[in-house]
């Protein structure tokens, strides 16, 4: 595969992987990742291998089960095996949302918040080793109003 192939596998990828998570097809979403992996950049927490990633897209859920995405724009870089995007991240606060040790009944709002992420990717390959979203969980909660 050439570079410029590669850089366009690795950009599917992504899309495919974002679209997938909109439809919660999370056999999908674990398909693009060589090894399934999530370093929350906003709290800290760490989601490594299928059984924790699975949890993590339940429990994400459970408060906002329409979430999805929406791509605003994506970047590759050969050199670090890296494609970043920028996205907004879209809800409405169904469930009971626990965050920062407190518990927030449904609210029935929504949100709309800017973030960005990075996929990295081992040489050569295509398939994801580790999604790295950004963000602060405070602007989820001044939209909801609950912050």
């Known amino acids: ?9 690795r950009l599917q990828t992504v899309r495919d992987h974002m679209a997938l998570e909109c ?3 999370w056999d999908g979403v674990i398909d693009t990742f060589e090894h399934p ?5 906003g709290n800290g ?3 490594d291998g299928e059984e924790e990633v699975r949890k993590y897209f339940d429990n994400s859920r459970t408060a906002f089960p329409d979430q999805k995405n929406e791509i605003i724009s994506l970047a590759a870089d050969d050199e670090s ?4 995007v920028e996205f907004y991240l879209l809800g409405t606060h169904l ?3 626990k965050l920062k040790g407190k518990t927030y009944p449904p609210s029935g709002r929504s949100f709309k918040v800017r973030m960005a992420a990075s996929f990295q990717f081992r040489p050569g390959s295509s398939k994801i080793i580790c999604e790295r979203p950004y963000t602060s969980p405070d602007l989820k909660l001044q939209q909801l109003g609950l912050e």
């Not at 595969?1 to 596998?9: G, I, S, V």
């Not at 992996?37 to 950049?41: G, I, P, T």
């Not at 095996?81 to 970043?84: A, G, I, N, R």
């Open 1 to 9: 595969m050439t570079e410029l192939q590669l850089r366009q596998a």
């Open 23 to 25: 439809t919660q097809d």
């Open 37 to 41: 992996r999530y370093e929350m950049y």
């Open 45 to 47: 927490q760490v989601h």
């Open 81 to 84: 095996h890296t494609v970043l």
């Open 95 to 97: 469930g009971e949302l």
